[in-house]
């Protein structure tokens, strides 16, 4: 294996670089190009906002690349002078680069741990070069290997449960409470930022219906038109509040505009004990806290979604080591199934060219023995020859066999090469 | 599978491997992984395979305690095992299987002379029996619906409390949405009450006509029933008419099962007088 993973995180490099080194279209076709036919390697470009990552496989029997001549390879790219890339750069290499691959997809090396997203972005990176014929057999067996090993330290372990935002905290909350959506109603209270930022999330839940109010009515408009929901004045929030199932507030009022006896006399009776969720998005808070209950109406503000978004976090470092280890058992498979299935030419050559040289010997050895030995001498001495064979290449064979297990058999396959006058 | 090797089935068989099952599900809440769930349910269903056998072979009858508490564990192990295949991601087993352990138990401990009230199926089904038997599984059918409603009332009342504490949602023990929980209850309670009602009503028929001895109208299994059934009215009246916060309703689902529980341990007229 003669694998690299080079590039750059938000751990290694600040934002303005990261910026500079930034993948679009053209330039990754360009790379991928430029990398294939300059270094006859194969090659993923993998660009995120958190990082811009090159993998690079080449044959075992030439030389690996490393940061140096990446370096200098991105600057020719992006124009950025590679004193200012390198220092900046992280390399890993074979079974180093394979588990970084598989950390990464797993989301072990995201920001947000256990993030989903990048998943998503490895598939794309890789199903890219693919297209433009960059990837070979390693890639090719690398990347879909680190897409399935992401999906079952997602399954399998507790690294990607819940949401992490406190945005889309909500979106657990309100699953706690109801299971479907297709017959709610989302009531927008307002048109805070962090408002707009929840009702995207709820959105993705599909209710039925998203009503809008609002003091100012042009803003109620803007809202409804943002989120396809229905503007209704702010003189019937009441009647409102008594239809919603789930109320986004984030008006910028100085005092509470839901009051404990307001919801108590106005809105509690005309629900008929239908359960509320509120998330008060709003500092001043817009409700009365004390409304409340966690049964039939459940109140949410951004401490309580922030506290749950940090909570799932802390829950998610839990399950690092977890998802550390299987990723490790995965790496070691990959590494040893690679290391075995790159023998198998090594191994066939090595036969055939000792096949070779016994036939060269007893060949005519036999012809000039013809006549004079019986048809069971010949075969007994065609049997000496072969076991003769075996018994020398057990033990090369045997080594790498070994080799492969511990994931180092490349130095081992070049030195049978050189030794035995194999091809490359 | 032959007659000797159904013999050789104890309520250790099966309430051992519920407990196994049980314990896997907790594993499986601390440390998740496929591994727990196929064990777990591997054990829940080997313990339904043995209990089932086990009341195949004994056929014990809904009339004794023992039997009645014996099948009910029997229809409850059935629902979680349901539960667990199609909600793979909830905590079912955490909330059916002590329950389902525990009636087990508890009819272990009942079973002091099983064979005195036990007799077989088809002997129920005939002639005077039949009403007998009628009853009884109206009553183990409403028994059933009862018992749900006990466990969507437990997930209810965690599940708020949860919610009124404002925990992180999921921990340990993932579980159904308030909206899911309370639909499950409703389904069970809508159920159970139209067969507990004509249970009772096949009961007070089956001792007006003088089907049992003594002085049965005040035995506890007669009162305790018609207390359930009583609870059971008050129950639909504040859920359908009364608008009360569900938590309470939960608690008087509650009520209803501690009630079930006394009127099935109690010991039943039919079997203490005999049926004719």
């Known amino acids: 294996m003669n694998l690299r993973a080079i590039g750059c995180n938000v751990e290694s490099a600040a934002v303005e670089l990261r910026e500079k080194l930034a993948f679009d279209a053209a330039k990754t076709q360009r790379a991928l190009a430029e990398l294939t036919a300059r270094f006859a390697a194969e090659a993923v470009v993998l660009g995120t906002c958190n990082r811009v990552e090159i993998y690079v496989s080449r044959q075992e029997t030439v030389a690996a690349l490393h940061v140096p001549l990446m370096a200098e390879f991105l600057s020719e790219v992006h124009g950025v002078p590679a004193s200012a890339i390198a220092p900046h750069l992280y390399e890993h290499a074979d079974a180093s680069a394979a588990k970084h691959l598989f950390r990464v997809a797993s989301g072990l090396d995201s920001v947000v741990l256990g993030e989903t997203q990048i998943a998503g972005q490895v598939k794309e990176a890789f199903e890219t070069a693919q297209k433009f014929g960059a990837t070979g057999p390693l890639l090719n067996a690398l990347f879909p290997n680190a897409l399935r090993v992401s999906k079952r330290v997602r399954t399998e372990t507790g690294i990607a449960r819940g949401h992490v935002s406190v945005s889309s905290a909500a979106v657990d909350f309100v699953q706690q409470v109801f299971s479907s959506f297709a017959d709610k109603t989302v009531l927008v209270i307002g048109a805070g930022k962090m408002g707009r930022l929840t009702l995207k999330h709820l959105a993705e839940l599909k209710p039925a219906a998203v009503l809008v109010t609002n003091r100012n009515p042009e803003r109620a408009a803007s809202v409804a038109k943002e989120c396809g929901g229905r503007v209704l004045p702010w003189d019937r929030l009441d009647d409102a509040l008594a239809q919603a199932d789930i109320v986004l507030s984030t008006t910028g009022a100085p005092e509470p505009i839901v009051t404990l006896r307001r919801y108590a006399e106005k809105v509690r009776p005309r629900r008929g004990g239908r359960p509320q969720v509120i998330f008060d998005m709003a500092v001043p808070r817009d409700f009365d806290p004390d409304i409340h209950d966690g049964d039939a109406v459940s109140v949410f503000n951004v401490d309580d979604l922030g506290r749950v978004a940090e909570a799932r976090m802390a829950e998610r470092r839990k399950h690092l080591p977890a998802a550390e280890s299987l990723i490790d058992s995965e790496v070691a498979k990959f590494v040893g199934d690679w290391n075995r299935r790159a023998n198998g030419p090594v191994i066939g050559q090595l036969t055939s060219e000792v096949d070779k040289l016994r036939d060269g010997i007893m060949v005519p050895l036999l012809a000039k023995l013809n006549g004079k030995l019986s048809d069971a001498e010949k075969a007994q001495i065609e049997q000496a020859f072969r076991l003769f064979q075996n018994k020398l290449l057990h033990g090369p064979i045997a080594a790498l066999h070994e080799s492969s297990q511990e994931g180092q058999s490349g130095g081992l396959r070049e030195a049978l090469r050189k030794l035995f006058g194999l091809q490359g | ?276």
Not at chain 2, 124 to 131: E, I, L
Request: proline fraction near 4%; aromatic fraction near 10%.
């Open chain 2, 1 to 276: 599978m032959s007659a000797s090797v159904l013999q050789n089935v104890t309520h250790s068989c099966f309430a051992l491997s519920y407990l196994c099952a049980l314990l896997l599900e907790l594993g499986r809440t601390f440390w998740p992984g496929k591994g727990w769930r196929v064990a777990g349910l591997a054990f829940g269903a080997a313990g339904l395979v043995a209990h089932s056998a086990f009341i195949l072979f004994h056929q014990p009858t809904p009339a004794a305690p023992y039997g009645s508490l014996l099948l009910l564990a029997w229809v409850l192990a059935l629902f979680y095992l349901y539960g667990t295949v199609h909600h793979a991601k909830q905590a079912w087993a955490v909330f059916v299987l002590p329950v389902v352990i525990g009636l087990v138990g508890l009819s272990l401990a009942l079973a002091t002379a099983p064979n005195a009230t036990e007799f077989t199926v088809p002997e129920w089904a005939a002639g005077d029996r039949f009403w007998g038997a009628t009853h009884g599984l109206l009553i183990l059918g409403a028994s059933v619906g009862i018992s749900v409603s006990f466990l969507a009332s437990l997930m209810y009342l965690l599940q708020a409390r949860r919610l009124r504490k404002k925990l992180a949602p999921g921990g340990a023990v993932p579980m159904l949405s308030l909206e899911r929980i309370e639909t499950m209850n409703r389904r069970a309670l809508n159920v159970a009450f139209p067969l507990l009602t004509a249970g009772l009503l096949v009961g007070t028929l089956l001792l007006s006509q003088g089907h049992v001895t003594g002085d049965n109208w005040l035995s506890l299994k007669v009162l305790t029933t018609a207390a359930l059934w009583v609870v059971f009215l008050v129950l639909l009246y504040l859920r359908y008419g009364g608008h009360v916060p569900a938590r309470r309703l939960a608690l008087l689902s509650i009520a209803a099962f501690a009630i079930l529980l006394v009127a099935l341990v109690a010991a039943h007229p039919f079997a203490e007088g005999g049926a004719k």
